[in-house]
Each structure stands twice: as structure tokens, then as C-alpha cells.
């Protein structure tokens, strides 16, 4: 195990200076990511505008089939999205609200998940939030209450930004579709933590992107749209790149692109697709139950120590029920994060909140190091 650690950690320069603990908002650039990048200058400073056709629509197409391997679904059910806004609002876009208004949100879930829906009031529909009552988890529960016949979508989190807790979406989409709702999955935080099947869980539309455990930086996201779901719907935020032959150049028709297609945009980032790619092909060699077994460890390193130390954690006890993200109780804590950042720790704040997010190429040492840093900085008495 020493020796996979020093290989996995070779990848990543910045481990050479730092404890990184900011996966869960960008892992950093690795080597391989860089080379790639590097490729792709490459390639436009020989070829220019030639290298669209000779390698980056093959690149493109590539990065289709990774995502859908990864997801457990077809290509055609897989969008390539330049973030998971702009996916959310083109699946905004596919309801009529006249019949069904409401969508249904948690207090948890990200600020995308509502604003995308509350930006189509005027076509009538109608946010309504379902509140966590510990901070931590929804019970699901709260959402069969809330989900009824005038329902047309929950939107939520597979796994929550500031808690780290997993949702079990497969019991929610069961719940939803009983209603004749459908489910949005905002996946962001858990594609690449665990595995993870979606054609088996059920959901209606899936959205995530590449900057976070899968390692590929920011320009890349995805949208996952059941076969059945993507043909029926109609998305009145359309681009070029989603209809049937983008190389038609048709101004007076649209011909919306086959399955999940239809949500693409206008032209995509190009060096993002070779970062994103090359973060994938890291995922696939250190395995995904490798990378789960390293994230409940390490996270579950740094929730014990912070309980001894007397913080209050917010995220789940039990690794089982959460990703890495560790959450810490803090009345300053972008303070406590600059302080963490002095100590050669980095991490992020929330309000409220210290958050910690491990990934595989961490270690456990590295967590006694951090929790060493944490220890002045806990506020006393601790915040209940």
C-alpha cells in the first residue's frame, strides 16, 4: 500500500507542499492532466481550426462513452454540458408547469437546484422546499409527504455540499414516480466517490461535472437523461451542437439531436475535454472501490479525532452514510481556513462551516497533521 500511496500521490505536484483537502470543490491539476492540456496546445498551435475535424470531435465523442461508462449508462443517454447550471436550466426548460407547478427542493441542496426552477415562475412554476431537521439529512419521508399529483419534479442532491450525507435515490425515485413526478439528481458531489449505477436507480435526469472527485477540472459537466425521458422532451434552451446535424448550418429548422443530445449547447471547451479525459483515465486505474475504501478511512480519521477534540461535526458519524466531506462547526470559519492555510493545510469554509474532503491520494498522516492544526482553533466553548 506504501508504495500504490507514493505512486498515486507522484501524480499530483501540489502533495509535494501541501495537505490538500479541497476535493470535493476542485481536486488539483495533475500530471497527466497537464500533458494533456499541453497536447491539446499542441494540436491547435499545429493544426488551428483543421483540429476540430482531425481530433477534437473524436475527443469529444471519447469523452461521451467515458461518462457514460462511468454512469453505468448509453452514450445517447449522456450530455456533454459547460456546467451543471446550465443543464439544470435546460431541464427547467422540459415542464409544464400549467399542470404540474410545484418542484419540490431541501434546504440542503446546492443554490443551482432552486434558482433553476425559481427563474421559471413566470411559466408557472412553484418552489417549494422540504427542511432538514437535523442540518445533516432529509429524511425521505419529508419528501413522500411533499411530493403529490400537482408535482412535476424533485430536485435534489445526491449527496449534500455542506454535510457529505448520500441520499438513497432509488427509494426517492420510487417515491416520486408513484406521483407521476419526475426526479432530477444533482450528482456532483458523489459521481467518482462511490459507485454508482444510474440506469438502476431510476432518476429521471442525473447532472455532474468533472472538477470534483473525478479529478478533470472545470468546463466539463454532464447530464444524464433516461432514454424514454430524453426522446419526450422538448428544451426551449437549445444550442447548435444539440440538434441532429450541427454541420448543416440550418438557421430556419430545428431537429433536436437524438436522446440526451438534445440538451448540448454551442461549442465546447476543448482543453477541458483533454483535462477531464485524463482524470477519468486516473479514476479507471486506481478503481472506484478503491477510491471509496481510502475516502471512509481517511474522512473517518479526521471525524474521530475532531470528536475528541470536542468540535461539533456535521456531517454523518458513520463513513457508510457519507462521502469524505467532514464538516466542523465554526463562528469564523473563513478565519479557521486561513489559519488551516498557515498551517500548509488547504480547505474551504461554508457558512458556518470548515470543510475538509480527502481524496485517495491523501493519507492518514496527513490527517493527524490536519487535526493537529485544528486543535487551537476550536471555539470554546464548542457551538451546539
Known amino acids: 500500500m506504501e508504495q500504490l500511496e507514493r505512486s498515486w500521490r507522484a501524480e499530483f505536484p501540489i502533495t509535494e507542499r501541501l495537505i490538500y483537502l479541497n476535493n470535493c470543490s476542485l481536486t488539483p491539476l495533475h500530471r497527466r492532466g497537464r500533458e494533456r492540456i499541453e497536447r491539446f496546445a499542441s494540436e491547435w498551435t499545429e493544426w488551428g481550426g483543421r483540429a476540430w475535424y482531425d481530433h477534437w470531435i473524436a475527443e469529444y465523442e471519447a469523452l461521451r462513452a467515458d461518462l457514460a461508462r462511468v454512469l453505468g449508462a448509453s452514450p445517447d443517454e449522456v450530455a456533454i454540458e459547460p456546467n451543471v447550471s446550465a443543464g439544470l436550466v435546460g431541464i427547467a426548460s422540459t415542464f409544464d408547469y400549467g399542470r404540474r407547478p410545484r418542484v419540490i427542493v431541501s434546504d440542503l441542496d446546492f443554490p443551482t437546484d432552486g434558482h433553476a426552477f425559481l427563474a421559471v415562475a413566470d411559466r408557472g412554476a412553484r418552489v417549494e422546499f422540504v427542511r432538514s431537521p437535523d442540518h445533516v439529512r432529509v429524511p425521505l419521508e419529508l419528501f413522500e409527504h411533499a411530493v403529490d399529483e400537482r408535482t412535476a419534479a424533485v430536485c435534489t442532491g445526491h449527496v449534500y455540499f455542506t454535510t457529505g450525507w448520500i441520499q438513497d435515490v432509488r427509494a426517492l425515485a420510487e417515491i416520486c414516480h408513484r406521483k407521476g413526478a419526475a426526479l432530477i439528481v444533482d450528482a456532483y458531489q458523489s459521481i467518482g466517490a462511490f ?190
Open 195 to 384: 459507485p454508482f449505477d444510474v440506469v438502476a436507480s431510476g432518476v429521471d435526469y442525473l447532472v455532474g461535472g468533472t472538477l470534483k472527485w473525478l479529478m478533470g477540472g472545470p468546463g466539463i459537466a454532464f447530464l444524464y437523461a433516461r432514454r424514454d425521458v430524453a426522446e419526450r422532451a422538448r428544451p426551449s434552451a437549445v444550442g447548435w451542437w444539440g440538434v441532429q446535424d450541427p454541420f448543416s448550418f440550418d438557421v430556419e429548422h430545428l431537429a433536436y439531436g437524438t436522446g440526451a443530445r438534445r440538451f448540448e449547447y454551442g461549442t465546447p471547451s476543448v482543453a477541458a475535454i483533454y483535462a477531464a479525459r485524463a482524470g477519468l483515465s486516473l479514476l479507471d486505474e486506481v478503481g472506484i472501490d478503491t477510491v471509496r475504501d481510502r475516502h471512509m478511512r481517511l474522512s473517518q480519521r479526521l471525524v474521530d479525532g475532531a470528536l475528541d477534540q470536542g468540535w461539533t461535526v456535521r456531517c454523518p458519524r458513520d463513513a457508510a452514510e457519507r462521502t469524505p466531506i467532514v464538516t466542523l462547526e465554526h463562528p469564523d470559519p473563513a478565519g479557521a481556513v486561513s489559519a488551516l492555510r498557515a498551517g500548509g493545510v488547504i480547505c474551504d469554509n461554508r457558512p458556518g462551516l470548515i470543510r475538509l474532503s480527502p481524496h485517495y491520494f491523501n493519507t492518514l498522516e496527513e490527517m493527524d497533521r490536519t487535526l493537529e492544526v485544528l486543535a487551537p482553533l476550536r471555539a470554546a466553548p464548542a457551538i451546539a
